[in-house]
């Protein structure tokens, strides 16, 4: 019996829990894994990832995790293309560019990855994407640094008087490895999210996850890392969309993976790490 691709649903979440545990990362755990397939903010009329069957079993998957969120155009929905796993017995008989295909068919959704690797990104190029960024700006803390932007730690109390969206952020991601700050300055207060993850030589990178007004945060970039950044060994990281416009965009780095979209109207600044796989696994941003 040849291999099928198809929707996972509710049944099937064991099954691919099992999979991606034991045969794609065993250091993920289970409870993790089961967050791909389940997440708090799922659209209740969309699958579950997209899974390849033999004989009655799961033998490859691949994660599709939407989100609805407002955009300058209105509300738009996104989705995030997470892991991608097929078991070696199976690849090199197309039904890996099956499983792929069928999880960015929706043409009116803003596709993204942000952990696809090179082949993975000529075969996505070939099917309408785009790189999102291949560069980030790093930005180290100079301490005792004078600025009028100041940070403060941000409950889902707090963020209510920026508005509606930073508040539905921060219930969203309630429980998840994301942090969320206000950042002040004048009357202007801004909501960022954000994580810290040690990379190469233990180097703190305090990765921005998102930010609810760019154009705030480009020209602070260099403040914002004074205040947030770990005195030692630590920098502010910002993916290169996000400081358009901005004079000092720190010292640039290339990403060893670019990131990936395809949209058929949302521009790429709209585009960031909430709502995907890189919060629900607690992974780091290659």
């Known amino acids: 019996m040849n291999p099928i691709v198809r929707p996972a649903g509710e049944a099937d979440i064991d099954a691919v829990v099992e999979l991606l545990h034991t045969r794609m990362n065993p250091k993920i755990p289970r409870a993790r894994w089961r967050r791909i397939l389940d997440y708090p903010w799922r659209p209740p009329d969309v699958e579950r990832g997209w899974l390849v069957e033999a004989e009655g ?4 998957f691949m994660a599709t995790i939407y989100s609805d969120r407002p955009t300058p155009l209105g509300i738009r929905r996104f989705c995030d293309l997470g892991s991608w796993y097929l078991l070696r017995e199976h690849r090199g008989s197309g039904v890996g560019d099956a499983l792929l295909r069928a999880g960015m068919a929706r043409p009116d959704v803003t596709y993204a990855t ?11 190029r070939a099917l309408g994407f785009q790189v999102l960024d291949d560069t980030r700006s790093l930005f180290e803390p100079r301490p005792g640094a004078a600025s009028g932007l100041t940070v403060e730690p941000a409950t889902l109390q707090a963020v209510a008087v920026i508005g509606p969206e930073a508040e539905r952020i921060v219930a969203d991601h309630e429980g998840l490895p994301v942090s969320h700050a206000i950042l002040r300055e004048g009357d202007k207060a801004v909501h960022l999210a954000y994580h810290v993850k040690l990379k190469g030589e233990d180097i703190a990178y305090c990765e921005v996850l998102h930010v609810g007004d760019p154009g705030f945060l480009a020209p602070r970039a260099q403040a914002l890392a004074d205040r947030l950044a770990r005195p030692e060994r630590g920098v502010l990281a910002v993916d290169a969309r996000f400081m358009q416009g901005a004079v000092d965009k720190g010292r640039i780095e290339a990403l060893p993976l670019a990131r990936w979209f395809r949209s058929p109207d949302v521009d790429p600044i709209a585009v960031d790490h909430l709502y995907s796989e890189i ?6 941003l290659p």
């Not at 942000?114 to 996505?124: D, F, Q, S, V």
């Open 114 to 124: 942000m952990t696809a690797r090179a082949a993975t990104g000529r075969k996505i």
């Open 279 to 284: 919060v629900l696994l607690d992974l780091k």
């Open 57 to 60: 079993e799961v033998v490859g």
